[in-house]
């Protein structure tokens, strides 16, 4: 059974860091995976944050392009997002994902895989 578990999140002060972290157990074909970060907020529709794809090229949303960097560890199956620069529009449950198709591109349709989710609160 395919888990993404997440881990770092947490209540900050707006201009400050957190690292996200997510580990995915038993997806066999992890490091030809596409997976991603996506994050919803109270009200708003689930948006996607950034994603890697199987060669490592990234691709991030406007609103988080230059403050946050996505990145993988294929050894240990863990995938990271890095966030600096936090802003009060960064307030959001965030999910780890993964495409389930082989060498994927983690279209919002094509994810297979989600975590339960991780709560990031930043106060102005």
């Known amino acids: 059974q395919v888990q993404l578990m997440e881990s770092g999140g947490g209540s900050v002060q707006a201009g400050s860091s957190l690292r996200l972290s997510c580990v995915v157990v038993?997806?066999?074909?992890?490091?030809?995976?596409?997976v991603a970060w996506f994050r919803q907020a109270p009200d708003k529709v689930r948006e996607r944050v950034a994603a890697?794809?199987?060669?490592?090229?990234?691709s991030y949303a406007d609103s988080v392009k230059g403050r946050f960097t996505i990145s993988r560890d294929n050894d240990k199956n863990t995938l990271y997002l890095q966030m600096n620069n936090l802003k009060p529009e960064d307030t959001a449950t965030y999910y780890c994902?993964?495409?389930?198709?082989?060498?994927?591109?983690?279209?919002?349709?094509?994810?297979?895989?989600w975590g339960q989710g991780t709560q990031v609160t930043v106060s102005s």
């Open positions: 038993s997806l066999y074909t992890y490091d030809s995976a596409c």
């Open positions: 994902a993964a495409d389930s198709r082989y060498r994927g591109t983690c279209a919002a349709g094509s994810i297979g895989y």
């Open positions: 890697i794809k199987a060669d490592y090229s990234t």
